[in-house]
């Protein structure tokens, strides 16, 4: 479909934080949900509107930011335009100011200087259960959306039967949304966002919860959405369903939108080691550790087996992925997960741990370190992504998920105890494991065992 009229402008976006200064914004997207329903006029319109944030000195005009020890640049002068009907990628490490700029875009959060247009309804989904209210059921959730972005209730009940069998809630609907798994609630917070027909859809990293077949129907939904026309705001680390699903992507690092390209190429910028994802990670205040109630993470490693840091590895060598977290409250049973993903941005697999003295023990309080040994000779060479997670399976949820925070390389080598050995030509595949070979000379006319 042929692009249109801007649907976003953004020009010198920037936001400043004071470290320890609480926001005056809302602090998360229920919160901002209630306050655009006290003021719907105000805040969506069911005909598209344009959105200004006017240059603020200080966030809110409170005064000139002072740039010092205690304040962080999370988004620097970035600035883009999104044409009518377009899906844009926004991709980068933990880090570089992509919730930042969503939060802005939703209007959660001002930016300390810039600019912002929005020409169009949006509908988000930035958070699990975004704009949920807990108390309410399902059923009234879904009505209470599409009130927020302007919708009757006739248009709602046009799709209320869509929206239910996407979630696969049927039998939760009557009940209370904070009595959903968080499973149930990004099923139904997609659905909603999705089927609600906003003219612009803004959806951070839904992609990275659920199952594979909900992954893959929100994939086809999220395709499906693009090609009606409408515009697509899509924040992911799932580099194949960004080339997949996005005519455009812009890389941000540090803050700063440091690159505005094809899919593929953006991709290719972000994938490369000048982008800065490390093979050491580390939270040396618990405020600032990513975690949950249950435990927080400390540190992330790739050590070889000497325990030292290393970024780069031989074909041969074991290669080590190390968490360390902090276990705040007793009674949860926990598991630390890994996923790794080469280049492409492919998962090659994952990994539980399965050490028998915790697998159905909870962990008292303190500090631990769990290590995964990746054998020599599995991986080919490359580079290759970690991203950590600790889910306490006692209540299953997740305390910390932290994508692609790692790299490491491995390095070719033809030398003897390789699976490659003295060949030069070319060898695909995601894995390159040394197997056990046996070969015999059989006689001729040698009778072949059968399968009956």
């Known amino acids: 479909m042929t692009q249109g009229y801007a649907a976003i402008r953004a020009e010198g976006v920037s936001k400043i934080f004071r470290i320890g200064l609480k926001e005056q914004a809302h602090d998360n997207l229920a919160t901002a949900a209630w306050h655009a329903l006290l003021a719907p006029v105000r805040n969506y319109r069911k005909y598209r509107s344009l ?10 005009g409170r005064g000139p930011v002072a740039e010092g020890a205690d304040t962080i640049w999370a988004l620097r002068d970035v600035g883009f335009e999104v044409r009518e009907g377009e899906v844009l990628g926004i991709i980068g490490r933990n880090g570089a100011g992509k919730s930042t700029l969503l939060k802005i875009l939703t209007r959660i959060t001002p930016p300390t200087r810039g600019r ?7 509908s988000s989904l930035l958070e ?3 704009g949920f209210h ?11 959306n599409g009130t927020i972005l302007g919708m009757t209730r006739r248009e709602v009940n046009r799709k209320f039967d869509e929206i239910v069998e996407f979630a696969g809630v049927e039998k939760f609907l009557d009940t ?6 968080s499973g149930m609630s990004v099923r139904l917070a997609f659905a909603v966002a999705a089927h609600l027909e906003p003219e612009i859809l803004i959806v951070d990293e ?4 659920g199952d594979a077949a ?3 129907k929100c994939i086809n939904k999220m395709r499906d959405v693009g090609r009606s026309g409408r515009t697509i705001l899509f924040v992911s680390h799932n580099m194949p369903a960004v080339k997949m699903l996005c005519s455009r992507a812009v890389l941000l ?14 991709v290719a910028a972000y994938l490369t080691a000048g982008v800065g994802v490390p093979p050491a990670r580390e939270w040396p205040e618990t405020a600032g550790a990513p975690g949950g109630e249950a435990a927080a993470l400390r540190a992330a490693r790739v050590v070889d087996r000497a325990g030292q840091v290393r970024e780069a590895f031989d074909v041969r060598d074991a290669i080590g992925l190390q968490m360390e977290y902090e276990v705040r409250a007793p009674g949860h049973v926990l598991m630390p997960h890994y996923y790794v993903h080469n280049d492409e941005g492919l998962l090659l697999f994952g990994a539980l741990d399965q050490d028998r003295t915790w697998r159905h023990r909870a962990r008292p309080p303190g500090r631990y370190l769990s290590t995964a040994w990746i054998p020599g000779n599995f991986l080919p060479g490359g580079t290759f992504y970690v991203s950590c997670a600790l889910l306490s399976r006692t209540v299953n949820v997740s305390q910390f998920y932290e994508q692609q925070v790692l790299s490491f390389t491995v390095a070719e080598n033809m030398g003897e105890g390789t699976a490659r050995g003295d060949w030069s030509g070319y060898m695909g595949g995601v894995v390159r494991p040394l197997l056990e070979w046996e070969t015999e000379a059989v006689a001729s006319g040698r009778k072949l065992h059968t399968v009956s």
């Open 51 to 60: 959105y200004r944030f006017r240059e603020l000195e200080g966030g809110g």
């Open 116 to 122: 912002i247009e929005i020409y169009g309804r949006v």
């Open 128 to 130: 699990v259960g975004t």
């Open 134 to 144: 807990q108390e309410l059921t399902g059923r009234e959730n879904v009505y209470l």
């Open 176 to 181: 209370p949304v904070k009595r959903y798994s």
């Open 206 to 209: 839904v992609l990275a919860v």
């Open 214 to 216: 909900f992954q893959k």
């Open 253 to 266: 690092n540090d803050g700063r939108l440091v690159m505005d390209g094809t899919p593929d190429d953006v």
